[in-house]
């Protein structure tokens, strides 16, 4: 059975395996590092961490912090990995999470963004600065293409082909993917390239698409402040963030017609059951279709 102090040379194993050889993103890593962080400390001098009764007082733990059962799920998702992980390589005789259940989830459905409303957050920069000019673009192209924001702000210049109106994106895994652009959002990017972007770099030279008026990326956290900021602007107070653009994407391609397993892709849910989520958009516009539709409705 590992002790504690073991357990911090077999949780640097595991992560440099996820970094090396599954090539997780910088993301995924922080939060595995942080989930086995935590377990670590709840295990302290003394603890059993192979034992599952050990394993299930601290799931029951982070209830009784005020975890969501999703938050909790995540934790054993990240403890599963690690003990298979130490299964392969001999560091332990059993797998202690094999027979622990996962805590009920329920399904909330995404919040997503009226028309209208995305019509106001993207009219909300000042066109006449180069920043603004810049969040503008950016703001097009995240509802224009529902990207993740960390894969927003690691957009390099030739991933964006504007001839043929596509989106070379690298997401989870490093895995990469082709999403087309409207006309909008090229249009915006294009503008950006051409008359912010060499304001903001002056003589200073980026691969990066979008960057500061330092020279440097644009980072997850300035943007996620950035839409923040955009969002009172626009009257959008409550709950503004880059997840909650991306949904409406996906919401809205539905609404108009897109069947699933196209959103899917554009979004790079490896798991149709991810996009599922959105169902209740295609439920919605099923009900309209027999109100309209069926004689009897």
Same mark, same amino acid.
Request: proline content about 3%.
């Given at each position: 059975?590992p002790?504690v102090?073991?357990l911090i040379?077999? !949780?640097?194993? #595991?992560?440099d395996?996820c970094r $090396?050889? *599954?090539?997780l993103a910088a993301?995924?890593l922080e939060?595995?590092?942080r989930d086995?962080?935590?377990?670590?400390?709840?295990?302290?001098?003394?603890g059993?961490?192979?034992?599952?009764?050990?394993?299930?007082?601290?799931?029951d733990?982070l209830?009784?912090?005020?975890l969501?059962?999703?938050s909790v799920a995540?934790?054993?998702?990240?403890?599963?990995?690690f003990?298979?992980?130490?299964l392969?390589e001999?560091h332990?005789?059993?797998d202690?999470?094999?027979?622990?259940?996962?805590?009920?989830?329920w399904?909330?459905l995404p919040?997503?963004?009226t028309?209208n409303?995305?019509?106001k957050?993207?009219?909300?920069?000042?066109a006449?600065?180069a920043?603004?000019?810049?969040d503008?673009a950016?703001l097009e192209?995240l509802?224009?293409?529902g990207l993740?924001?960390s894969?927003l702000?690691?957009l390099e !210049?030739?991933? #964006?082909?504007?001839?043929i109106g $596509?989106? *070379?994106?690298?997401g989870?895994?490093n895995?990469?993917?082709v999403?087309p652009?409207?006309?909008s959002a090229v249009e915006a990017v294009e503008?950006?390239r051409?008359s912010?972007?060499?304001?903001?770099?002056?003589?200073?030279?980026?691969r990066?698409?979008?960057?500061?008026?330092?020279?440097g990326?644009?980072?997850r956290?300035?943007?996620?402040?950035?839409?923040?900021?955009?969002?009172?602007?626009?009257?959008?107070?409550?709950g503004?963030?880059p997840?909650v653009?991306?949904?409406t994407?996906?919401?809205?391609?539905l609404?108009?017609?897109?069947?699933?397993?196209?959103?899917?892709t554009m979004l790079?849910?490896?798991?149709?059951?991810?996009?599922?989520?959105y169902?209740?958009v295609?439920?919605?516009r099923?009900?309209?279709?027999i109100e309209?539709?069926h004689p009897?409705?």
């Open positions: 059975m002790s102090g073991s040379g077999d !949780v640097q194993q #595991f992560l395996f $090396v050889e *599954k090539g993301n995924s939060a595995y590092g086995l962080a935590c377990f670590q400390q709840f295990s302290g001098e003394g059993a961490p192979e034992d599952a009764g050990h394993i299930r007082r601290y799931m733990s209830y009784k912090s005020g969501s059962s999703r995540r934790h054993l998702t990240t403890l599963r990995n003990y298979r992980f130490l392969q001999g332990v005789s059993e202690p999470t094999a027979l622990l259940v996962s805590p009920k989830q399904n909330n919040k997503y963004l028309l409303d995305i019509n957050l993207v009219a909300a920069p000042d006449a600065k920043t603004g000019l810049r503008r950016m192209l509802y224009a293409t993740r924001v894969e702000v690691r !210049v030739y991933d #964006f082909s504007p001839d $596509v989106l *070379k994106v690298t989870k895994g895995k990469q993917r999403v652009i409207g006309k503008q950006y051409a912010a972007r060499p304001r903001l770099l002056g003589k200073r030279a980026s990066f698409l979008f960057v500061t008026a330092r020279g990326p644009m980072t956290q300035a943007f996620w402040k950035l839409l923040n900021g955009y969002g009172k602007q626009a009257g959008i107070f409550h503004l963030t997840h653009v991306r949904h994407f996906a919401t809205h391609l609404e108009g017609g897109a069947d699933l397993r196209s959103v899917q790079g849910h490896a798991d149709i059951s991810t996009t599922q989520i169902t209740h295609m439920q919605s099923l009900r309209k279709t309209q539709h009897r409705a």
